[in-house]
Structure formats: structure tokens, C-alpha cells
């Protein structure tokens, strides 16, 4: 099974930067979407970012678009999410999922990461 490992999170003032990492384990192929989903309390999860290792591309939520970019490295299995100008809205806590039948990003993803909490002052 893949097994997936978010950290980076941490207290960050607004306009501050933080960069989460997601490592991976057990991949069958570097072909992969990589999710990356929030909760805030009291709120549903949603997503924000979506990296397909396969052409590099990637996708953003409205509301993180332009502020934050999604990215990653195959040698070190590892993902990113890079996340600039933050806001106090951006505060939750913070998944990375995969994805390797469809290589699409979805809530119903079949691998999930603890979360890493993120947490942006005013």
C-alpha cells in the first residue's frame, strides 16, 4: 500500500510563506496525481491543489491560485506545496492524498497523509 508522510506545517504570520513536503512510499510507478486538501474546523474538506507527475502539470482552487504552487520530485518520491502571501483564511489542517488508477484528483482518493497543521495569525 502507499503509504504518504505531510510535515512542514507550523505558526506563520499573514504574508508569510511555508513550504509542506508529502514523502511517499510504496509507489508502483512514478505515474501519480498528488492531492492536496485543508480542513478548517467546522469546515468541510476542499481542495486547493492537484500535481499530476505525469506531464508536471498542475491545478489550483481559486482561492489559493497565483499564492500557492504544487511541484515534486520522483528521485525522492517527495511533493510540494509551496504556499506565499498567506492569509488567516488559510489556516486548517493540511492533507496530501495519491492517486495511481486514474491519476486524478478527487475527495474520494485512495491514499491519504496524517495532515500537518497550518496556522496563519493576523
Known amino acids: 500500500d502507499v503509504q504518504l508522510q505531510a510535515s512542514g506545517g507550523g505558526l506563520v504570520q499573514t504574508g508569510g510563506s511555508l513550504r509542506l513536503s508529502c514523502a511517499a512510499s510504496?509507489?508502483?510507478?512514478?505515474?501519480?496525481?498528488i492531492g492536496w486538501f485543508r480542513q478548517a474546523p467546522g469546515k468541510e474538506r476542499e481542495g486547493v491543489a492537484c500535481f499530476s507527475s505525469s506531464d508536471g502539470s498542475a491545478y489550483y482552487a481559486g482561492s489559493v491560485k497565483g499564492r500557492f504552487t504544487a511541484s515534486g520530485d520522483m528521485d525522492k518520491k517527495t511533493f510540494y506545496l509551496q504556499m506565499n502571501s498567506l492569509k488567516p483564511d488559510d489556516t486548517a489542517v493540511y492533507y496530501c492524498?495519491?492517486?495511481?488508477?486514474?491519476?486524478?484528483?478527487?475527495?474520494?482518493?485512495?491514499?491519504w497523509g496524517k495532515g500537518t497543521q497550518v496556522t496563519v495569525s493576523s
Open positions: 492524498a495519491a492517486d495511481q488508477r486514474y491519476k486524478h484528483c478527487y475527495p474520494g482518493m485512495d491514499y
Open positions: 510504496g509507489l508502483r510507478s512514478d505515474d501519480v496525481a
